[in-house]
Nanobody, 131 residues
Framework: QVQLVESGGGSVEAGGSLRLSCTAS????????LAWFRQSPGKEREGVAT????????KYLDSVKGRFTISFDNAKHTLILEMNSLKPEDTAMYYC????????????????????????WGQGTQVAVSS
């Protein structure tokens, strides 16, 4: 099972930016979907952004569209989440996840869902945004 390690969390003021990274021990041929999730105390975990490695298609949680960008550095096998215009409601533990069987077809392209069952997880990195 792929091992994932996140980094880059921290504390910023509202309006600030952070860049999260997730490195993997390896990415095997079946790892089609990579994703960032977050969870804050008392709330359910939610999918923030996903990327399908085969075609680069990305999906985002509505509340982060236009502010967050997910990408994958092939050379470094690193998943990136660029977070701009951060808000206090973005405060959470952020996790990266991977799975080879969670992709979906929307009649035009394959994509990775933000509500899929991912089976490989990192340990998380904390993001705190103050007002």
């Amino acid at each position: 099972q792929v091992q994932l390690v996140e980094s880059g969390g921290g504390s910023v003021e509202a309006g600030g930016s952070l860049r999260l990274s997730c490195t993997a021990s390896y990415y095997h041929a079946g790892t089609y979907c990579l994703a960032w999730f977050r969870q804050s105390p008392g709330k359910e975990r939610e999918g923030v952004a996903t990327i399908y490695l085969e075609n680069g298609v990305t999906k985002y949680l509505d509340s982060v569209k236009g502010r967050f960008t997910i990408s994958f550095d092939n050379a470094k096998h690193t998943l990136i989440l660029e977070m701009n215009s951060l808000k206090p409601e973005d405060t959470a533990m952020y996790y990266c996840a991977a799975d080879g069987g969670v992709r979906r077809w929307d009649s035009r392209v394959w994509y990775c869902p933000t509500d899929g069952e991912y089976h490989s997880w990192g340990q998380g990195t904390q993001v705190a945004v103050s007002s």
